[in-house]
């Protein structure tokens, strides 16, 4: 039975985590690097924790964890993105000493391009962004860590503060229409919470598990759905000329990759049915609140 759990990085989902964690009896342990964010944390019942890096925590404090997630984003520097896992986990890895569980939160980014198909945990990795790469490195440094870690790589994550919604009732969203169509997956944050949870109550160490809806579909086609489902002006859909000179490089390669994520694996071993199980019911909901 886990008591105590550390998040490190407790940002959108991980507060989530810990809201649905401290309902069951939970300690919660959360890290951020950030007083307000420690004051916001403070105020939902989590032990906020100020570190710059995980390094950085009490060993006392490691001893008495028994579980982990890691939320902790990629760090930006003059060089591009990185993944600082490699750098702090074989440090503290020891010293977590009472760990009966560990999971990391990927991306689904670490597919690569697929050309449209469908890709499962035992797809080849080849990202073919920076993103991507750095967090297949995360990912390696939690399952080399020893410790009894699982990854989920995360699809597009929506909720509550963290959708579209409002940028579409504003007008001028623009979205590429590529030519073959482009694939991508959305998964709501309830569900992530739900199928960690799930993992922590069954655990099984070094599974990999896609976190994703069970409607991929191209990204022009959904905000398109999305904005007459919401009586939202149409997206501007550029075609992929305009989208490289109107588009950052940042939105550019989130939706350049296409693939369908297959969640096959989920429902199999963490979540027979999601509570969202496509952007629509997910969307209703949000609009509900």
């Not at 520097?77 to 990391?104: M, R």
């Not at 919401?230 to 992929?240: M, Q, Y």
Request: aromatic share 6%; glycine share 8%.
């Amino acid at each position: 039975m886990i008591r105590t759990l550390l998040i490190l990085g407790c940002g959108y989902v991980g507060e989530r985590l810990a809201a649905v964690c401290l309902d069951d009896g939970m300690r919660v342990i959360g890290t951020t690097r950030s007083e307000k964010r420690a004051s916001m944390l403070k105020s939902m019942g989590i032990e906020a924790v100020i570190a710059p890096s995980p390094i950085d925590l009490p060993d006392a404090l490691l001893a008495e964890v028994d579980a982990v997630v890691d939320s902790i984003p990629l760090t930006q520097n003059n060089n591009g993105l990185h993944a600082t896992q490699p750098l702090w986990l074989p440090e503290i890895a020891p010293k977590l000493s009472g760990v009966c569980w560990a999971g990391y939160l990927s991306s689904t980014g670490v597919y690569g391009d697929a050309n449209g198909a469908w890709v499962d945990e035992s797809f080849a990795c080849k990202p073919g962004s920076a993103r991507g790469r750095e967090r297949l490195r995360a990912e390696q440094a939690w399952l080399d860590s020893r410790l009894p870690a699982e990854v989920f790589r995360l699809a597009g994550i929506y909720g509550p503060e963290r959708n579209i919604l409002d940028r579409l009732r504003a007008g001028g969203y623009k979205v590429v229409a590529w030519n073959p169509a482009h694939f991508s997956s959305r998964i709501h944050v309830d569900d992530i919470v739900a199928a960690v949870l799930a993992a922590m109550r069954k655990p099984r160490c070094g599974r990999t598990v896609n976190l994703a809806d069970d409607m991929p579909l191209p990204h022009v086609e959904y905000v398109t759905q999305l904005a007459r489902m919401i009586d939202a002006p149409p997206p501007v859909i550029l075609n992929p000329g305009e989208g490289e000179k109107q588009l950052s490089p940042a939105a550019l390669a989130f939706f350049r990759d296409n693939k369908r994520v297959s969640n096959r694996l989920l429902h199999e071993e963490l979540l027979a049915e999601l509570l969202y199980p496509d952007f629509r019911k997910g969307m209703a909901a949000l609009c509900s609140e």
